[in-house]
């Protein structure tokens, strides 16, 4: 018998100025509490609406951790690569990368960028980059649903993004009034976040609205569970994300995610030394592109 999902706890981050200048703007979709959201770490909704030509951003290094975008509006990326509106990525930085992110000239851009937990055993995985452009993403569009799944399977789609962390990233769109069930593990740490219209959720029918995170309870085991949700009158637009937890504990310091302080201090002394390379000069057998 298949677990009925809840929704269990309900979130509104509020905007906040954001480091890239007056016209950034952020909400901190997950943040803090690791225990709670484990294997999620993170989770930054950056909006920008940027008037002139002068440069934001640039090299910064990650270790020990992946982060996983989405774009949902613009264009950002390197000389490697430029994302475009409805674009994912995961990179892999786990024993320590330099990547790029500038903009340096007018535009309007939308990221939810999310950080996932690597487990102890993969913590120093070698690094990489995957890139899924939209148009490759597995794609539904069945009696008012529309499901694009980025990374693992839903709905009968599988998205060919290889996972170190069992997770489960889509962008929903139902149409108004429309309900549907959808089958996640029912030990994989859930939430949805709302980008447009209004959702409600389970057979408690609890309400989701704009910019709001809803958490689901979670099984202790790999049995099959539903989420049942209807749109509400203006339909509904939301990403969902689901991971299963690492179940460790983490250090986490600027950039970086280790185990141990001590981790930590030797990721930031082997980026003094130039010890990590900039992921556009990764072999190709490092950079895939599905």
């Known amino acids: 018998m298949s677990i009925k999902r809840k929704l269990v706890r309900i979130e509104t981050p509020k905007p906040q100025p954001g480091f890239l200048g007056p016209d950034h703007t952020k909400r ?12 999620f770490i993170l989770l930054m909704d950056d909006d920008l609406d ?14 020990g951790f992946e982060t996983v975008s989405l774009l949902l509006e613009g264009e950002v990326g390197d000389a490697a690569h430029t994302m475009k509106s409805g674009d994912f990525q995961i990179m892999t930085a786990g024993s320590g990368i330099v990547h790029t992110e500038t903009i340096d000239k007018a535009a309007t851009m939308r990221l939810l960028q999310l950080w996932i937990n690597l ?10 980059v995957q890139d899924l452009p939209l148009e490759h993403a597995p794609t539904l569009n069945e009696r008012g649903v529309h499901i694009k799944v980025y990374s693992g399977s839903l709905a009968g789609l599988t998205s060919p993004i290889e996972n170190y962390t069992p ?8 149409e108004m009034d429309v309900t549907t069930t959808l089958d996640i593990p029912a030990n994989f740490n859930t939430f949805l ?16 609205n704009k910019y709001q995170v809803g958490w689901l309870d979670m099984g202790t085991d790999n049995a099959a ?4 949700l209807t749109a509400g009158k203006e339909g509904v637009c939301f990403s969902l994300y689901a991971g299963k937890p690492t179940g460790d504990t983490i250090v986490s310091h600027g950039p970086f995610i280790a185990d141990s302080q001590e981790d ?7 980026y003094r030394q130039g010890k990590m390379k900039h992921i556009s000069r990764v072999p190709e057998s490092q950079r895939l592109s599905w």
Not at 167 to 174: E, G, K, S
């Open 264 to 270: 930590i201090m030797r990721f930031y002394s082997e």
């Open 28 to 39: 901190a979709v997950v943040s803090g509490g690791f225990s709670a959201s484990d294997p």
């Open 193 to 208: 976040y709302v980008l447009d219209g209004s959702v409600v959720i389970g057979e408690d029918e609890k309400g989701l």
């Open 225 to 228: 569970s539903e989420l049942k």
């Open 167 to 174: 997770m489960v990233i889509a962008d929903v769109t139902i």
């Open 50 to 63: 940027k008037k002139d030509n002068t440069p934001v951003g640039g090299a910064h290094p990650h270790a």
């Open 119 to 128: 487990s102890k055993k993969d913590r120093l995985a070698t690094p990489r």
